[in-house]
């Protein structure tokens, strides 16, 4: 009888329920995206373009910077190689090149991007927040794209010396060097290209995943309004963290693409410590340090750049996919 009357007090229909608290929404990301191959390939391409076209004359700098003895360039400094480039060849001079570039970022980031998102839903083993799986991930990615990349990354950087008198363009460089040099001197700096690029990726992609998702975390409730701003904050950092790191593998690396153009050494072996052992008997161990500046000021904001362009292709493609299911588009 208590019972019974408590139970009948305590449904009073005078009482309201209270609502539950307001907690922040839980934080879910998906597995996967999925998106078809041919979708992250397309993103990944129109990424690379846009990123690498919108960074160039940067990485013209970098490239006087760190090609020792190349001419007109006496300086290492960014203000000074900048100004001689632009004296020597004028504003026209910090686009040298680009043409090569516009041929290999499209189809090497194409291969970069769905090869990193199909691994990253293999390793990953449905984790979203697995951060190994990300870095393992990226370096299979870089080992794909640069053996598209690496032979038109050579023709950029030797027309980027160059004042017109070496090469007239991307065809007559790349006949002349397949004449004088052989097939090989395209992938002269493979190996030294993927032992670069194999930490700056894993750096990278770990870095932009836990700082994107870090970005989330922080303020949930705008992540949805203010995504580009993350993707590119969490890009930037990756980018700019990536950079430093691997540096001194970077002026080696142009050094092997380099050689004996304008003035630039020569090597007898392509090994790494061979030309590492070259480079600092000639100028010290600070000159593996060369070009870190512009480094930094192009794949940070490259980075954003890539990113942002990436998620937003990504975020078509995903939202077309959910039209198509839907009957929206036949």
């Keep these: 009888m208590a019972t019974e009357a408590t139970t009948t007090r305590f449904h009073n229909s005078d009482f309201r329920a209270v609502p539950p608290p307001d907690y922040l929404p839980e934080i879910t990301v998906a597995p996967h995206d999925g998106l078809h191959f041919w979708q992250f390939m397309f993103a990944g391409s129109i990424a690379g373009c846009v990123e690498h076209m919108a960074m160039f004359p940067v990485d013209t700098v970098k490239t006087h910077m760190q090609a020792l003895g190349s001419c007109p360039i006496t300086s290492v400094g960014v203000r000074h190689a900048l100004r001689s480039v632009l004296k020597s060849d004028g504003l026209p001079g910090l686009y040298r090149g680009i043409g090569a570039m516009g041929l290999g970022a499209g189809p090497?980031?194409?291969?970069?991007?769905?090869?990193?998102?199909?691994?990253?839903?293999?390793?990953?083993g449905g984790d979203p927040n697995n951060s190994a799986a990300h870095?393992?991930?990226?370096v299979f990615a870089t080992v794909a794209s640069d053996a598209v990349f690496t032979p038109l990354d050579m023709v950029k950087q030797r027309l980027q010396l160059g004042n017109g008198t070496a090469y007239r363009g991307v065809l007559d460089c790349a006949k002349k060097v397949l004449k004088e040099e052989g097939?090989?001197?395209?992938?002269?700096?493979?190996r030294t290209t993927v032992l670069m690029n194999a930490p700056f990726t894993a750096v990278h992609f770990a870095t932009y995943e836990a700082a994107k998702r870090g970005l989330i975390e922080i303020s949930p409730e705008i992540a949805n309004e203010?995504?580009?701003?993350?993707?590119?904050?969490?890009?930037?950092?990756?980018?700019?963290?990536a950079a430093v790191v691997t540096t001194p593998l970077d002026v080696v690396k142009t050094q092997l693409q380099c050689q004996g153009v304008c003035g630039c050494d020569r090597f007898k072996s392509t090994a790494i410590r061979d030309v590492t052992k070259t480079i600092v008997q000639k100028d010290g161990y600070k000159c593996l340090?060369?070009?870190?500046?512009?480094?930094?000021?192009?794949?940070?904001?490259a980075a954003a750049i890539c990113w942002s362009t990436y998620e937003a292709a990504k975020s078509f493609f995903q939202e077309l996919n959910a039209c198509t299911e839907s009957g929206t588009i036949t």
Excluded: D, N, Q
């Design 135 to 138: 870095a393992v991930s990226g």
């Design 226 to 241: 203010e995504r580009v701003m993350v993707h590119a904050t969490a890009g930037a950092l990756a980018g700019a963290s």
């Design 289 to 301: 340090m060369r070009g870190w500046i512009p480094r930094i000021l192009f794949h940070a904001p």
């Design 183 to 190: 097939f090989g001197a395209f992938y002269a700096s493979y």
């Design 108 to 124: 090497a980031h194409a291969v970069y991007f769905s090869v990193y998102e199909v691994c990253k839903k293999y390793f990953s």
